[in-house]
């Protein structure tokens, strides 16, 4: 068994939804050795999400910001607001989506499909840093 865990920091972005399958891979180039497996990649923040989804058309990206914005738009009635009015939004949307994703490991590559790719969803207006641990666990 071959157990390999670490720490990325991802670029800095501001709201939106951004594919980074390839950022993720960039850093774990250790996956080439995995036979058989699972990665399991964790976001370390309450207002960002992780989505797996549409690679190859950036308007599912759009539709999708678009839709949570509409299903929890950034308002004044919540409670929550110390860091601004789109600081509880950016919770919720994260509760929504989830925070983390485990995609299965087949000859040292990501066994998804043609049309999918890594979503990093940023739910806050101005940029953050974001950090995920990737833990990858399987065989050689």
């Not at 939004?89 to 485990?102: E, V």
Request: hydrophobic residues 35%; glycine residues 6%.
């Amino acid at each position: 068994m071959i157990f390999i865990q670490k720490e990325i920091k991802l670029k800095s972005r501001s709201k939106g939804i951004y594919l980074i399958t390839s950022e993720i891979l960039s850093e774990i180039p250790e996956i080439k050795d995995i036979r058989s497996g699972l990665v399991n990649i964790f976001l370390k923040h309450t207002s960002a999400s992780l989505s797996l989804n549409e690679n190859a058309s950036a308007d599912v990206r759009t539709d999708m910001e678009n839709f949570l914005d509409k299903l929890v738009p950034n308002e004044n009635y919540f409670l929550h607001n110390y860091e601004g009015k789109d600081d509880m939004p950016a919770h919720i949307k994260t509760s929504l989506l989830g925070n983390s994703l485990t995609i299965p490991v087949t000859d040292g590559k990501l066994n998804i499909g043609t049309w999918q790719g890594i979503y990093l969803c940023e739910h806050r207006i101005h940029p953050h840093r974001r950090d995920v641990v990737v833990t990858i666990i399987g065989t050689d």
